[in-house]
């Protein structure tokens, strides 16, 4: 099987979220796979070169110096078809999700989402991934080729080092470049706190933190004096309490931390969905019926606005 692995950027910086990619193909297909990285003026792509790829091909043009979908999918139908790719593969994410869509449109092939597993059986491709919030996993087989896939993070996790670094090759962007839509601005919550979904502590808010002030003051106050993200559910996120790019869960992001820490969260399906593969987790809850219990491997039935601050302190005297 070859595999094309397209790399996420921001059109000017690679980032480690297509790690897990470049694990799937290693794992799938470690001799016949190439890294697709596209921008203008890309940066950090060393990320990419020590893991074994035949190539890592980088196509730079001032028209790709924005993440826009509609610009990027032609470059990568394009390779795909160049290079007679049986698979286009990409970390799930909200800019794999958004490109390979169009992708799969491009080349009139089929996509499966969020894949935790692949095997070949009778000939055919045979994927699994979870349905219905993570509760089941359903398997599906793949008819018609190439497969466009993106690939669940913490299923995969990150790529073995191979020692020599792949060659770095210049490819040329495609002429007919769509320029119908353009990139107006990125709004996000700032702060210089690491990516929710690379974080190795994550610390999310439920509906009962009040406010965006009050969430601030105690999640984001505990997030911080872990070094962590900042984490919500979907119920404060409606209410107003946290911006929307920090929803975990089944409609937001999937997160695998080394320790998650949920706070005055109730545990709905649809949240456990996006953290229950996170390694430790802890839950901070008044309610002690609450399902978050079920997952948690340790739990405390206390309030948060005592107990939280108090936590907070600690950390932060340890640290002097």
Known sequence: MKILVLAETDGGRVSEKSLPAIAFAQQKSPEAFTVLAIGDNLQCIETLTGYGAQAVLTVNHPALAKPLAERYAPVVAHYARQLGADAIVATTTTFSRDVLARVAGLLDAPMLSDIIALEQTDGKLVAKRPIYSANLIGTFEVEGSPVVMTVRGPAWGKPEPKGADSPVQTAEAPADIPTRSEWVRLQGGGGGRPDLTQARVVVSGGRPLKDPETFEKYIGG??????????????????????????????????????????????????????????VIVAINTDPEAPIFQVADYGLVADLYQVVPELTELLKNSKG
């Open 222 to 279: 505990l997030a911080d004096a872990l070094g962590g993200a900042v984490g919500a559910t979907r119920a404060a996120v409606d209410s107003g309490i946290a911006p929307n790019e920090l929803q975990v869960g089944q409609t937001g992001k999937t997160v695998a931390p080394e320790l998650y820490i949920a706070v005055a969260v109730s545990g709905s399906v649809q949240h456990l969905a996006g953290m229950k593969d996170s390694k």
